[in-house]
């Protein structure tokens, strides 16, 4: 995955300026990528530099109009080759994942809450694909290229699915637990004749 390349392709389905592009890139239905505005523009342009995409001429000399790109031979040349590269599969790196693994240690206590908020925005955003796939693909697929989308977009259904099947697992269990393991998890031990300190005495060893 790279941001040239999802510009690249963003720009091949049609000529955008960079505001446009970072609305598609961000906020499109289908999760199609995710970058801020300036990281939209500092790749706009390598790419021109690079010469790979260049700016549309005006259609007339209004200003503050936005400047427009489009893909150059070279840069559809790049988009296909990185196409047919050989990529291993990245392993799943969330930060919720994450939190488990620390809660193990620390005691889980809160994150019942934190994983029904988790559980409501995956469903929120199976809701949305499963609309977006009712709204723009019915029955036999138009062409190679609408196929292809459909299956982009059914990878992010499955994706979603799943963190929503896993999560009421994951509630389910962290509500089992028990509150007096996860507290005695949680609590400090000293080592040897060290005695515990108070978040207070370490709060004012800070401020001597």
């Known amino acids: 995955m790279s941001l040239p390349h999802a510009i690249l392709t963003a720009l091949l389905e049609s000529p955008s300026s960079g505001l446009e592009l970072t609305r598609k890139l961000d906020r499109s239905a289908d999760g199609f990528w995710s970058a801020t505005h300036q990281q939209v523009y500092r790749e706009l342009g390598r790419l021109e530099q690079a010469g790979l995409i260049h700016a ?30 050989r990529q291993d599969p990245h392993p799943v790196r969330d930060s919720l994942l994450l939190r488990l693994r620390a809660a193990a240690v620390v005691g889980a206590r809160g994150l019942d809450d934190e ?62 637990l028990d509150p007096e393991q996860d507290r005695a998890q949680a609590a400090p031990r000293p080592t040897g004749g060290q005695r515990l300190i108070s978040w207070e005495e370490s709060y004012e060893g800070t401020r001597e």
């Open 115 to 176: 994983l029904r908020r988790h559980f409501a925005l995956h469903q929120r955003q199976l809701s949305e694909y499963t609309e977006l796939e009712k709204r723009d693909f019915k029955g036999e697929h138009a062409g190679e290229a609408e196929a292809l989308r459909h299956l982009v977009l059914r990878a992010r259904i499955s994706v979603e699915s799943f963190w929503i099947q896993w999560l009421t697992e994951a509630i389910v269990t962290v509500e089992q």
């Open 56 to 85: 549309l001429p005006r259609r007339r000399s209004t200003r503050g109009q936005k400047k427009e790109y489009e893909v150059l031979p070279a840069g559809r040349a790049e988009l296909a080759d990185w196409v047919s590269e």
